[in-house]
Every structure is written in structure tokens, then in C-alpha cells.
């Protein structure tokens, strides 16, 4: 099935979804049942099964050190935890390819992911293949949708503090490339910042992205999300699609997802060659566990190639 419009771009079911790795060569469901978005169609769909989509099965290699820290964020006004995780074979002083992995709405550095740690998250050996080696680095981004709010922005802490500490230890540093992922609210937040900063995100990967299509429809899911509709306007990854430039893009959600609307006008938006991976699914973690090694194997093609 190829939504309308999507000619241009890679569009595939999430059967095929391996074949976008090479061609580059629960956190976030929380915003959902707290601020009510289609509470009746997430039962129904859990009732009649929609939301159960095969999750496939995950190997790892042994995984890697991984370092817990934290630091007093000014662009935050407060402290933020962080977790660096190294891939197997490597430990702190190695210099790699980083990948900015952003929590989802109600989450943390420490639940980034879906089911699995950081460290796991670059052992893993998706169809049997370890990752090419890079590191991966999670951080506390608060509620706000990973865009500026008066007294928290949480875009500056990662580009401004977060970043710089990473290449300070070798991380992310030139030649070495960047890439940023996230998933629901993260997911959100990696397009927005891959948008407003293409020149140090190489490439972006967001797992069932919290998009909205307008300010009074954000408003109404959740009233934190943004600060005012000049806001909105400001960190529309729909209207801003363009500033992808050819940088590597790949979205993936499912049809039963609540975003799946916003999801449709960002694909339409999107730069020729970004791969849109869709299919059966809800907004859960079970979809998220399932997408998650195509999108870190996306991103390590990106960054090692």
C-alpha cells in the first residue's frame, strides 16, 4: 500500500523495512493516555488486536560499557541525568560516529529506548550483523516537546552543552558524524532538530513521531507541548521539511497510530529519497521495539559510510 502523494519519496511496508538500511549504506505512549487523545480507539484497537504487531527477535553481542552522568544544564535551569553508551570493543577515550537518541513524552535518559538499554541499543545485531561501531548518548529533555519554552529549552541543552561534552570525549567529533533518533516525542524532536541544525545532523531516524498539523490540534492533546502558537509555528517540522535538504531521512509509524495523519503531511513534505516505512501498528512498544534496529542500522549506515 503507497499512501497518495508519496511517489517521490521511499515508501515501504514495514515487511520491507531491512531494504531501507541499506540504502543509506513505555516511553512516548504515556502523551496518548494521559491527555486522552482517541482513548475509545486505543481500546477498541487493543480488543480486536490491531495493535499486536510481531515483534522480531532481537540478538545482541555483548554489549559495551555505558557511563550514568549528569550536569547543571543552563539552557535548562536545572540538573539533567545522561547516559553514554559505548559499542562492544570500545570504552571511554574512543573516538566514533554519535547518535542522539531523545526520550519520548514522560520519559528520561535512563528509558529512552523501547525494551532495551543503551548499550544494548548499540550491541544489537540486527539479521544477525553487528552495528558498525558507534556510540550513543541519552539525556533528561523534560515534557516540552524538545522545543524552547520560556525557562527550558531543551533544544539548546542538547545542541549547546550536551553535544560539546560528547566531542569532548571524542565523541561526535569531526570527521567522525552525528545522527539523531527518538521516538513519539523524540521522534518529533530528532526532525526538529535535524531541521533547525542540518549542518551537524548527518542523518535522522524518528520511530512514530509525535507531529501534529496545527497549533489548536497540539493545544488540545496536550496544552504543554508549546509555549504559544508563534511556537508552533516555529518548530513545524511539516511546513520546515525542506531545511532536510538530501540529508538521510527515515519515518517509520503505523496505520492505527494517532499521529498517523501528521505522520501522512510529513511524508508528503519530505525531501526526495527519505524512506517512509509504514504498516500495521499503534503507538506502543511494541511497534517501537520492532523499529528500532532498522532505524539505529539506518543511522550507523549514514555515519559510517
Request: glycine share 14%.
Given at each position: 500500500?503507497?499512501p ?8 515501504l ?41 510481531p ?5 545482541f553481542?555483548?554489549?559495551?560499557p ?15 541525568g ?10 571511554r ?9 531523545l ?13 532495551m538499554s ?12 553487528p552495528?558498525?561501531?558507534m ?8 515534557g ?10 531543551p ?10 561534552r560528547c ?31 542540518p ?9 512514530s ?9 497540539a ?11 508563534a ?6 517540522v ?5 531545511a ?10 503505523g ?19 527519505a ?8 503507538h ?22
Amino acid at each position: 500500500m503507497t499512501p497518495s502523494g508519496w511517489t517521490r519519496r521511499r515508501v515501504l511496508t514495514l515487511g520491507l523495512a531491512p531494504a531501507a538500511v541499506l540504502a543509506c549504506a513505555v516511553a512516548g505512549g504515556a502523551e496518548l493516555v494521559s491527555r486522552g487523545v482517541l482513548p475509545g480507539r486505543a481500546l477498541l484497537d487493543e480488543l480486536d488486536g490491531a495493535c499486536s504487531v510481531p515483534e522480531p527477535p532481537l540478538t545482541f553481542s555483548p554489549p559495551g560499557p555505558s557511563v550514568d552522568g549528569a550536569f547543571y544544564s543552563a539552557a535548562r535551569r536545572r540538573t539533567v541525568g545522561y547516559t553514554i553508551a559505548y559499542p562492544p570493543g570500545h570504552r571511554r577515550g574512543a573516538e566514533l560516529p554519535l547518535v542522539v537518541m531523545l526520550h519520548g513524552y514522560g520519559g528520561n535518559h535512563a528509558d529512552a529506548l523501547a525494551g532495551m538499554s543503551p548499550a544494548q541499543a548499540v550491541a544489537l545485531k540486527p539479521g544477525g550483523r553487528p552495528l558498525p561501531p558507534m556510540a550513543l548518548v541519552t539525556v533528561d529533555g523534560g515534557g516540552g516537546y524538545w522545543n524552547p519554552h520560556p525557562g527550558d529549552d531543551p533544544m539548546a541543552m542538547v545542541i549547546d552543552e550536551l553535544i560539546p561534552r560528547c566531542q569532548r570525549l571524542g565523541l561526535g567529533r569531526a570527521p567522525r558524524r552525528i545522527g539523531v533518533m527518538g521516538i513519539s516525542m523524540g521522534g518529533y524532536g530528532a526532525l526538529l532538530l535535524a531541521e533547525k541544525y542540518p549542518h551537524l545532523f548527518v542523518a535522522v531516524a524518528a520511530i512514530s513521531p509525535a507531529v501534529w498539523t496545527s497549533y489548536p490540534q497540539a493545544r488540545q492533546a496536550n496544552a504543554g507541548a508549546y509555549a504559544s502558537a508563534a511556537a508552533f509555528a516555529a518548530g513545524d517540522v511539516v511546513t520546515h521539511a525542506t531545511a532536510l535538504g538530501r540529508r538521510p531521512v527515515r519515518i517509520a509509524a503505523g496505520y492505527r497510530d494517532p499521529f498517523y495523519p501528521g505522520v501522512q503531511a510529513l511524508a508528503r513534505a519530505l525531501p526526495p529519497g527519505a524512506v517512509v516505512a509504514v504498516g500495521p501498528g499503534c503507538h506502543d512498544d511494541s511497534f517501537f521495539t520492532g523499529q528500532q534496529p532498522p532505524s539505529l542500522a539506518f543511522l550507523a549506515g549514514c555515519l559510517t559510510s
